[in-house]
């Protein structure tokens, strides 16, 4: 399968993140939705493919589980949907190529991340509670253990784990730009995505779906969340945004130069 330079790819995620500064708000949120939705529902297919697993394969069940797990991140890339984990790396490349703006940035971020909380939440709500997928037996256990594991963390655990996750997450996302078939993006996904869920690292749109799944089923509180919520975003900012954008644009910011005297800053969103 051929792929494209590391060159090319920074070229198309600066591109990518063009287009995602213009995108009309209706869309985004659509989208966001869609994004959430997707992610909640490779956790929930993890969640309901280990928890039965005998005890004594020990972290051989967390590898099967984030085997399947990317199966949200697929869905996003070449179905069609917006996660902010993945925008924290395509907007701010985006803005040092002078392609867009901070305020396109902080925009298109604030909406991604309320939408994709809308859809996690919804997969939480109906299919884990309502339809009670995360509510009985070795199940309920399993999602309340990943939840108490995301929420006992410390401040500075949680936000540094959430920065190994998104340098994860946004390689995951710049090698499936570096692929034009679906299946060379699928495996340019699957490898890093099954990294971070088998290592364990939090990531802001995850911890969307299985922690209120938890609070849904009676355990923990919306005050758990919100503890866990602040340094994970930061986190996953941090790592979208410095170890991926920061660093490919630092080496290629010559050639991104040359691209945004031949195509002009986009001033306003869509």
């Known amino acids: 399968m051929a792929f494209h330079s590391s060159k090319r790819i920074v070229e198309l995620a600066v591109e990518a993140g063009v287009r995602k500064a213009s995108m009309k708000p209706r869309h985004a949120i659509l989208l966001g939705f869609l994004g959430g939705a997707f992610i909640a529902l490779g956790f929930l297919l993890d969640i309901r493919v280990t928890a039965n697993l005998p005890q004594e394969w020990g972290s051989f069940s967390s590898l099967i589980g984030a085997a399947v797990f990317p ?48 859809g996690a939440i919804f997969v939480a709500y109906f299919f884990g509670h309502i339809v009670g997928l995360t509510e009985t037996g070795p199940f309920l256990n399993q999602t309340v253990a990943i939840a108490e594991e995301k929420i006992d963390e410390t401040f500075i655990q949680s936000l540094i784990s959430a920065v190994g996750c998104n340098w994860l997450v946004c390689l995951a996302i710049w090698m499936a730009y570096g ?33 209120p799944a938890a609070i849904f089923s009676g355990h923990f509180t ?49």
């Open 71 to 118: 199966i949200g991140l697929m869905l996003i890339v070449i179905a069609g949907g917006e996660l902010v984990t993945g925008n924290m790396m395509a907007l701010p490349i985006a803005v040092l190529a002078k392609r867009a703006t901070l305020g396109q940035l902080v925009k298109n971020w604030l909406l991604v991340l309320v939408s994709n909380f809308m």
């Open 179 to 211: 692929s034009n078939d679906i299946v060379g993006k699928m495996f340019a996904i699957w490898f890093p995505i099954m990294g971070f869920v088998a290592i364990g690292f939090q990531q802001v749109v995850a911890n969307m779906f299985v922690i």
């Open 222 to 270: 919306w005050g758990n969340y919100f503890t866990n919520f602040v340094p994970v975003v930061l986190g996953n900012a941090i790592g979208g945004t410095v170890f991926v954008a920061f660093i490919y644009w630092m080496i290629h910011k010559e050639s991104l130069q040359t691209l945004a005297i031949a195509k002009p800053s986009i001033k306003k969103a869509g």
